[in-house]
């Protein structure tokens, strides 16, 4: 996503950054890339993790110590307001790009002053996508500003049911408002593209305004939102981590483990986990990376005391700790018994629980000690 | 408490299990130690009234309480049982509330084949927030099993774990 951005509203140069953070991962002697390769299946735990990866057509064994999920994601593709059928009607990323030096539209062609209609939220907070995008907004008030500084003469519209651009970057909507770009707030359902002999036409409920209007574009911009990776679906399969209810991966705690998975050793950043902006997803990269760092800095690691334990003699290896644990922490080991890898193990106790042979212990949690809690709690007990 | 008059045992067997007006029933309250031991906490230090019978035993899920220690407690005497874990998709181990509701349905089943009353057991989802639905939750269950009146198992006090008299 970040190759169709010139520029970022606050001026910094995104190609030139990309440029210098390829090269230097490229060129890092112990950083290996594999490019086009999917994630086939991983086992292991952290720090001592294997995964297989399908590198054109190939498998390849790649042994790691975490795993960084950043998936990214992309413009979301739509049919409405006449996209791809009349040519006049481009998504807001394609706008950029004829900003960025990109050939320029036909439908501008030698105007000085052209009309260009932006309309905010296509596909997006409604029923079906009902998350905000957090960056079109402000995607659609830069284009604003460059087109402004270009042709000044030009007439800027952005149609939206509301605008935010997130942060202080609402200077830049005051800048906006300042150069004359025109913002028409318009009810969720009052807004409508009709052909008419080739020319399109917006008709629009201006709020402000308490009327009806109709624009006549020259060019009509859809900011169409962000879509997730479309290898999310795949990729939690293997993984065995949720996604969320819009296709995002699921944090483990959105706010004690905000860049974790829920299983251990594995992160997440950027747009693989929500829609957010280049300087936040570089920011919660560097958490990601730290969280990451506190696993790979250390030669052993510790295991919390809360760990299920399986008492092979009791075992049946029935797998259903294998099958139900979130974390796949058990296995069935070579002495054909049910084994709990303790660095995977987060202590939930639902294999104790579930256990049909009660082959497993959670350590601190054991029966005898429970029976003895509870007479203890029935004993003083006030009501005797 | 010790009795001094007569023998302890045989004049506590006597005594028939009624169901006075003020009568407090004991209850044991399973609390996944994320949300449901945070919102007893909270409750707590909010001063929001809940039954005085009630003791609080803190799980790392609900998904942890294992048949045997509801049907356990229930055998020692304890007249309802509880289980309180997260929100449906709240799960810090992700379906681990789930899991406890269906071995709550269970046990129900179980209950009203003998002759306890499923009503003495339930299962309640709640955020750690969620303080005031937590002591309300407890008011009614306790309204429930004072109803249903005191666990017919209910008899004189022998700690298990110090033996066979």
């Known amino acids: ?384 | 408490m010790i009795a001094f008059d007569g023998g302890p045992s045989g004049a506590l067997e006597k005594k028939a299990p009624s169901a006075p007006p003020s009568w407090q029933p004991d209850m044991i309250v399973f609390c996944c130690s994320y949300c449901a031991h945070s919102a007893a906490a909270l409750a707590g230090s909010r001063r929001l009234p809940y039954p005085a019978g009630v003791r609080i035993i803190s799980t790392p899920c609900t998904g942890k309480v294992e048949m045997e220690h509801i049907l356990e407690a229930f055998e020692k005497g304890v007249d309802g049982v509880l289980v309180v874990g997260c929100l449906e998709g709240g799960c810090h181990f992700v379906e681990g509330n789930l899991r406890a509701r269906k071995r709550t349905d269970r046990i129900r089943a179980i209950l009203d084949e003998i002759g306890l009353g499923g009503e003495r057991l339930k299962m309640v989802y709640l955020s750690d927030a969620m303080a005031s639905l937590f002591a309300e939750c407890l008011q009614e269950a306790a309204q429930t099993i004072r109803t249903l009146g005191p666990n017919p198992l209910k008899t004189p006090l022998r700690k298990e774990s110090e033996g066979e008299p």
Request: charged share 25%; glycine share 8%.
């Open chain 1, 1 to 384: 996503m970040a190759r169709n951005i010139r520029i970022t509203l606050e001026g910094t140069d995104v190609g030139a950054h990309l440029d210098q953070l390829i090269h230097a991962t490229a060129s890092h002697p112990r950083i290996k890339v594999f490019l086009k390769s999917d994630l086939v299946r991983i086992s292991g735990q952290p720090g001592d993790f294997t995964s297989v990866l399908n590198v054109n057509g190939s498998e390849t064994r790649v042994e790691h110590g975490v795993v960084i999920l950043a998936t990214g994601g992309q413009e979301r593709s739509t049919e409405q307001y006449f996209h791809g059928r009349h040519r006049d009607v481009i998504t807001q990323s394609k706008l950029e790009s004829m900003l960025s030096g990109g050939p320029p539209h036909p439908a501008l062609s030698g105007k000085s002053d052209p009309t260009i209609a932006m309309i905010q939220c296509v596909e997006s907070r409604d029923a079906k996508n009902p998350y905000c995008s957090r960056v079109c907004c402000s995607e659609a008030v830069k284009n604003a500003l460059e087109i402004k500084r270009r042709l000044p003469h030009s007439r800027v519209l952005i149609l939206g049911r509301d605008m935010r651009t997130y942060g202080f970057r609402e200077i830049y909507y005051q800048k906006a408002l300042e150069q004359g770009v025109e913002f028409i707030r318009h009810p969720d359902d009052a807004l409508e593209v009709v052909e008419n002999e080739g020319r399109l036409e917006v008709e629009v409920y201006d709020v402000a305004a308490g009327r009806g209007r109709t624009i006549l574009p020259d060019l009509l911009v859809l900011s169409t939102g962000i879509a997730p990776a479309e290898t999310n679906s795949a990729l939690s399969g293997v993984l065995r981590s949720a996604l969320t209810d819009d296709g995002f991966f699921q944090e483990a705690h959105p706010k004690l483990r905000p860049v974790e998975l829920a299983n251990e050793g594995e992160f997440l950043c950027g747009v693989a986990h929500s829609p957010r902006f280049m300087d936040e997803t570089i920011i919660q990269a560097h958490a990601a990376a730290a969280r990451a760092s506190a696993i790979l800095s250390k030669a052993q690691l510790e295991i919390v005391g809360h760990m299920a334990c399986v008492n092979p003699a009791e075992c049946v290896a029935c797998a259903t700790c294998v099958r139900l644990c979130p974390y796949g922490a058990p296995v069935i080991n070579d002495l054909r018994k049910a084994e709990v890898r303790g660095a995977m193990c987060m202590g939930c106790g639902s294999c104790v629980a579930a256990c049909p042979s009660r082959a497993v212990v959670l350590q601190q949690q054991e029966r005898e000690p429970f029976s003895a809690m509870l007479d203890e709690l029935l004993v003083s007990g006030g009501s005797r």
